[in-house]
């Protein structure tokens, strides 16, 4: 998925956000997220959910911790 196609699915500046920092980094953990952002963990865990939900992110299931990664940009 193009980063244009990825950014039209968007719905705030927090998902912008979320969507260049995975694109830059390739993967991270919600603690990850919410350090680099000085976020929540109800803000972050909300975003990500979305972001996932509309299928632009996925939760990488070897992790012992919730990561996420960009589905493909």
Same mark, same amino acid.
Do not use: P
């Given at each position: 998925?193009?980063?244009?196609?990825?950014f039209?699915k968007?719905? %705030?500046?927090?998902? !912008?956000?979320?969507? =260049?920092?995975?694109?830059?980094?390739? %993967? *991270?953990?919600?603690?990850?997220?919410? *350090?680099?952002?000085?976020?929540?963990?109800?803000?972050?865990?909300?975003?990500?959910?979305?972001?996932?939900? !509309?299928?632009? =992110?996925?939760?990488?299931?070897?992790? %012992?911790?919730?990561?996420? *990664? =960009?589905? %493909?940009?």
């Open positions: 998925m193009k980063l244009e196609t990825v039209e968007v719905r %705030s500046d927090a998902e !912008r956000l979320i969507v =260049l920092y995975l694109r830059e980094v390739g %993967s *991270a953990t919600t603690e990850q997220i919410e *350090a680099k952002f000085g976020w929540q963990r109800i803000k972050t865990t909300t975003v990500l959910r979305n972001l996932e939900h !509309r299928g632009i =992110l996925t939760e990488l299931e070897a992790s %012992s911790r919730e990561r996420f *990664a =960009l589905k %493909s940009c």
